[in-house]
Structures are given as C-alpha cells and as structure tokens.
C-alpha cells in the first residue's frame, strides 16, 4: 500500500489539474458570452437615452390607445385548471380595459370540474371550446383547437379578428394590456410583454428565483435579441401574435386532419402539436416568414413598473424540477431536432446560446466538485510530506482564468441583483445574490432530467403530452389587482 501512495498522488494530482483546466475554461468562454450580451444591453440602452429619449417623450400604453380598435382573440388552454381558471377569467373580465375581445378556453371531455367552473363564469365573452380527444394531449394541440374555433367564429360573425393573445390559466394579466397589442400589430407580427413571477413569501428560495431569472431575462436577453436582428422567442403568455402571420404559418402546417389523427392529435393549426416549447419555436417561425418580434417594455399611468403578466411559480423543489426539464427538452434537445439551425449569424449564435443551458448547467456541477476536491488537495499537502511536495495545481494561464472568472462571478451576482431590485425592489434584490445557488442547483437537476426525459422519448418510450405543473390564482381585492400571495 505505501509503494502504491505515490502513484495514488499523481494520479489525484493530474486528474484535479486536467479537471481545472477544462472547467477554468468552459466558464472563461460561457462568460465571455454574457459578458457580449451585457456589452450590447448597455450600448443600446446608452445610445436610446443620448438620443431618442431627448427628441421624444417616452411611450406609456394610455398614449398608444387608438378610435378603432381591432378586435382580440385571446387563446387560453386548460386542462386539468378547475382550481384557478374561474378566478383567472372573472379577474380579467372585470379589469381588462378594453371591450373589443373574446376569451377562448380550451377544455377537454374528461375534465368536467375544468368545464364546470368556466361555465359557472357565465360571461358572453367567454368561449369553451372542448378538445375532441380526452387529456392531456399538448398544450398545443389544445392551441390549435383554439384557432379553429377562432375560425368559425369569424365566419359566424364576419369579421377577422387582429391579433391572437397567449395566455394560461393562472395568469394575472395587466388591465392595459390589449392596448399596447392593439397599437403595435401588424407593424410587429409579434408582440411579447414581461413576465414577472408573483413574490411568494412561503417560498423565497424555489419560487424566488423564477423572479431573478425573469427580471434579467425580460429587460435585458429579450432586448438584446431583437437588437441584433435575431428571432424573439414567445415566453407563451403575454404575447400576441398577428393573425394574419398566424394565418400562414397555419397554411404551411401542411399535414392533413387524417394524418393529426392518427397521432392522437386534433385538426392541424399553427401551433407545432409535437413540441413541448411550442412558444418558443413560434418566434423563429414568425421571423422565417419575415415577420419581426419584439419585447415591449411600457409603463402604465404613475405605475413605478412596466406593463406585464403576473403569475405564481412552482414553490417546491419537484415542481420547479419537471417544469425546467420540460423547458430544456423542449428548447434544447427536442427543439434542436425540430428547427435545427434556422436564419443568419444572430438567430445561430442566440440558439446556440439557448442550447448550452445543458453544457453550462455540467459546468456548474463540475466546478462545485473541483471545489471541494481542491479543499481535499489543501488538506493532503498539509497532512502528508509527500503531497506537499506536489508542484502547484494552476499554472499561469489556468490562474489567470481562475481570477478571471471570479470577476465574471462577481459582475454576474452584481448584474442578477440589480435586475431584480429594479423590478422587485432593494429587499429582493439582496436576495438574489444567494438565491443564484438555488438557481444553479435546479438548472444542474433539471439538465440530468431533461437528458433522461429526451432519451426515453428518443427510444420511443415516453409520448410528449402536457406536463403541466400546479398553478395557484392569488386572492385579490376585487377593486386592486394581486400583487402576492
């Protein structure tokens, strides 16, 4: 055993100095990209402020009302939603100010409380529309449902309606939002508005960090992506699409009803039936038909933040960790098959960047790991001679990456905390420095999953259906719109 205590110590030695090497770099090279990304967020908002914002007031949704407006189709698909899609349906009728506009909530036969409490709404601006196939199928499918209800709703009417509206069941949506839709539709052929997580004071750490990702993710990344001519994905509520667009890609949908059939799924649209994400694969559809997209950040009135969508997000662990593996399955895996690599140099370089969400979330894994094995090396060159006398485990160039990255780590904590505290205050804002482990600890559970999941779809043995999670409406003041829980 003690002839065998040199070999052991090389071979730890080399192993642990291999391991820094490659994780010193991925994360040299992962945040350089986000460091690009700021670079172009900051450059863009500088030059508006210089220059735009001197010539002309900013743009509030009272100022964009116009004396016609269009008519709303607004899609809301629910399966299994009895909880929370009554409260969700009376809230929005009672505070959407705007009258020109038809709710369209797609239900399945085997979810009679679901049917149940929409009927009990009694609204006439409210339309269930009952999927032919029992639940869940995809939320798309359900979608797609939607639209050929739209349809025959035009021609029972004769009028087209000017845009179609996202939104689930469990959303809080902002009483001026069809407005800003109204305005900016068909100059843009999607509209995508912020989404903010509801602060859930049982849940500062698995919710919480929803609302530290969105806050940067909806005033920066969607921002950004739309300044560098690439497609702006749809986050799948708060997002309106023209018609007409919708329209054609519906066209160029191409399979018959018979062949949706014997999949399982109902009469073709345009909403991708076979996708888990098919939000997020509509923004490069709209754009392959040159269509543009575009996150729209506006105030409201004396309102200290913008006009968005509000909604509870998972609060345990499990929740959280099936809703992110469906998303990077979706996006990363299922979504690579479907759309491969669409567009010019920005829509790659942006997808690219969607799609390393599973190597970064390995990364993370990886650097928590070399922290405690090099704990471990501190502790073996203290309590053996032999490892003492080991040469050092970073080199120059390693070191360097190594300070290097703990700059990006600190610019990275500095960023997630301004975001949030910009639209959620100080409080929440200091939250989010340590609320950023929570993050990396599901992101990294959610990768291993998602790999799971896609591979049993691979192999045929999982079908993609609608893995929903729990949704929670909050209590509310009929008068005020919820804030929190």
Request: with cysteine.
């Amino acid at each position: 055993m003690e002839d065998s205590g040199p070999i052991l110590l090389a071979f730890w030695h080399i192993s642990l100095r291999e391991l820094l090497f490659v994780i010193a770099l991925g994360v040299t090279l992962s945040g350089l990209d986000d460091l690009f990304i700021d670079a172009v967020y900051f450059t863009r908002t500088l030059w508006r402020r210089l220059t735009i914002y001197t010539r002309h007031d900013r743009a509030s949704a009272e100022s964009l009302r116009r004396f016609d407006p269009g008519p709303i189709a607004i899609f809301i698909p629910a399966w299994d939603e009895a909880a929370v899609i009554g409260a969700m349906l009376r809230f929005s009728l009672t505070h959407l100010d705007y009258d020109r506009y038809r709710i369209f909530v797609g239900l399945y036969p085997n979810d009679p409380e679901g049917r149940a409490a929409v009927a009990a709404v009694g609204d006439h601006r409210v339309q269930a529309v009952l999927c032919r196939r029992p639940g869940p199928t995809t939320k798309a499918d359900c979608l797609n449902r939607l639209w050929h209800a739209m349809l025959a709703r035009e021609a029972l009417v004769g009028e087209r309606y000017k845009a179609v509206v996202l939104h689930d069941a469990e959303d809080v949506i902002h009483p001026q939002e069809l407005w800003i839709y109204d305005a900016l539709i068909p100059r843009l052929a999607m509209v995508q508005l912020p989404v903010l997580p509801l602060p859930d004071t049982g849940s500062r750490w698995i919710s919480g960090h929803y609302a530290d990702e969105f806050a940067e993710n909806h005033t920066k990344d969607m921002v950004v992506r739309e300044a560098l001519g690439a497609a702006v994905p749809s986050a799948g509520v708060a997002c309106a699409i023209d018609r007409a667009a919708l329209g054609m890609i519906a066209d160029r949908a191409g399979a018959d009803a018979a062949s949706h059939d014997s999949t399982g799924y109902d009469r073709p649209g345009p909403f991708n039936a076979a996708s888990l994400t098919e939000d997020y694969e509509l923004g490069y559809r709209i754009k392959a038909l040159g269509g543009r997209g575009a996150l729209v950040r506006l105030r409201s009135g004396d309102e200290p933040v913008v006009v968005a969508t509000r909604e509870h997000f998972p609060d345990n662990f499990d929740a959280a960790l099936r809703q992110k593996s469906r998303w990077l399955v979706g996006i990363a895996l299922s979504g690579w098959d479907r759309i491969g690599w669409p567009g010019g140099l920005a829509d790659r370089y942006l997808l690219l960047r969607d799609r390393k969400s599973l190597l970064a979330a390995l990364l993370t894994l990886l650097a928590y790991l070399a922290a405690v094995m090099v704990l471990i090396d501190i502790w073996l060159r203290q309590a053996y001679p032999m490892a003492a006398a080991l040469p050092p485990l970073a080199g120059r160039l390693v070191t360097a990456m190594l300070w290097f990255n703990a700059a990006l780590l600190a610019w990275r904590l500095l960023m997630r905390a301004a975001f949030t505290a910009h639209a959620y205050g100080p409080i929440e804002g200091i939250r989010a420095i340590p609320r950023a482990l929570t993050s990396n600890v599901i992101n990294a559970a959610a990768a291993w999953s998602a790999a799971r999941r896609y591979h049993a779809i691979v192999r045929g043995n999982r079908a993609q259906t609608w893995d929903k999670t729990e949704h929670r409406f909050p209590p509310y003041d009929p008068r005020t719109p919820p804030t929190s829980q």
